[in-house]
């Protein structure tokens, strides 16, 4: 491995009953996050979100996030001789991302999931066996460069407004 972790753990499960091929894999997060603009795709509509409170920082650099609402979906990972199907609750925000989705902790938790992030897989147990979840680092790499370009512009929209307050 050239880099070693360099890129993300980037995966595709089926959410909901849509494949999304861009699922970030971040156990650092405490949260499962699903973006507004993936829920539209899905066809899923807004008024199927229950209320949430929830308020969290460090998805948008300098801002607080608030959810637009909870859904809980099916998760699946894995094919059809070895799959695993978990119900996650996910928090909905409305902001841009280079993701579909973020699978936090409570994911890792509940899939009993075990990343190896020198190779880019996942591994869970299964019915049938050990599930590998292999990653795609050509996707993984789009999700890098697309991300570093979202957080410049967030970042050059608050550098903006700081002069303009300061400016005369």
């Given at each position: 491995v050239a880099t070693p972790g360099r890129q993300a753990l980037v995966v595709n499960p089926v959410v909901g009953g849509t494949r999304l091929t861009k699922v970030l894999?971040?156990?650092?997060?405490?949260?499962?996050?699903?973006?507004?603009?993936?829920?539209?795709?899905?066809?899923?509509?807004?008024?199927?979100?229950?209320?949430?409170?929830?308020?969290?920082?460090?998805?948008?650099?300098?801002?607080?996030?608030?959810?637009?609402?909870?859904?809980?979906?099916?998760?699946?990972?894995?094919?059809?001789?070895?799959f695993r199907k978990e119900k996650l609750a996910f928090e909905?925000?409305?902001?841009?991302?280079?993701?579909?989705?973020?699978?936090?902790?409570?994911?890792?938790?509940?899939?009993?999931?075990?990343?190896?992030?020198?190779?880019?897989k996942l591994k869970m147990p299964g019915p049938k066996g050990v599930i590998t979840v292999t990653r795609n680092r050509q996707r993984a790499e789009e999700c890098l460069q697309k991300g570093s370009k979202i957080a410049d512009e967030q970042m050059a929209v608050v550098e903006l407004e700081e002069y303009r307050k300061n400016a005369d």
């Open positions: 894999m971040d156990g650092g997060s405490g949260l499962n996050i699903l973006y507004a603009e993936t829920l539209q795709g899905m066809g899923i509509p807004m008024s199927r979100l229950s209320e949430s409170n929830m308020q969290f920082h460090g998805v948008i650099p300098g801002k607080k996030a608030k959810s637009l609402g909870q859904i809980a979906l099916n998760v699946v990972f894995g094919d059809s001789k070895n909905v925000v409305d902001f841009h991302s280079a993701y579909h989705a973020i699978l936090g902790r409570p994911a890792y938790a509940r899939f009993m999931a075990h990343p190896c992030y020198v190779y880019l």
